[in-house]
Structure formats: structure tokens, C-alpha cells
């Protein structure tokens, strides 16, 4: 069975980065889509940024331009690169891929 395991959240300040990170234990084939969402309290989980072979990268309009999503097959590992944060930009980060959920990693961007 494949876990996946956010890490890298934490607080930001308004145009900082964080690099975020999400492992799959388990052998996870490097044709499989893979996605990160996020979620606010009291709002819809929204798609961030996704990785799909043969298409490539894809962002949210929202957050085009400044955040990143790429993998490592060698490591099992799909990173979410973030710069020029936002304060909107907080909210805890979640990636899954084959129907499968990471438990999420908090990412606050305040002063």
C-alpha cells in the first residue's frame, strides 16, 4: 500500500518560499498523475498544480508564475516550489495521486 507524506509547511513571510515535499512510501510508477490541492477551514479544497507524464506541469491561474510542481521518480517525491508568497497562499497543502491522500502540511505566509 502507497502512503503519501507532506512536508516543508510553515510560516513565511509575504514574498518568501517554502519548498514543499511529498513522499510515497511504496513504489509509486512515475506515469501516475500526481497533484497538489489546498484547503482553507470553512472552504472547498482547491487544485493547486498538477504533474502528468507526457503533458507536464500545470498550475492554478491563481498561483501561475510563482509556484512549482515537479517530481522525482529516482525518490518517489514530488515537490511544490513556492516564491513570492501571498498571504492568501495559507492554508494547509495536500497531495494525492491514485485516489490516494496525504495528510496535509500547514503553510501560514504572514508577518
Known amino acids: 500500500q502507497v502512503l503519501l507524506v507532506e512536508s516543508g509547511g510553515g510560516l513565511v513571510q509575504p514574498g518568501g518560499s517554502l519548498r514543499l515535499s511529498c513522499v510515497a512510501s511504496?513504489?509509486?510508477?512515475?506515469?501516475?498523475?500526481m497533484h497538489w490541492y489546498r484547503q482553507v477551514p470553512g472552504k472547498e479544497r482547491e487544485w493547486v498544480a498538477s504533474t502528468i507524464s507526457g503533458l507536464g506541469p500545470a498550475v492554478a491561474t491563481s498561483v501561475k508564475g510563482r509556484f512549482t510542481i515537479s517530481r522525482d521518480s529516482a525518490r518517489n517525491t514530488v515537490y511544490l516550489q513556492m516564491k513570492n508568497m501571498k498571504p492568501e497562499d495559507t492554508a494547509v497543502y495536500y497531495c494525492t495521486g491514485s485516489g490516494i491522500w496525504g495528510p496535509g502540511t500547514q503553510v501560514t505566509v504572514s508577518s
Open positions: 511504496g513504489i509509486l510508477p512515475s506515469s501516475e498523475p
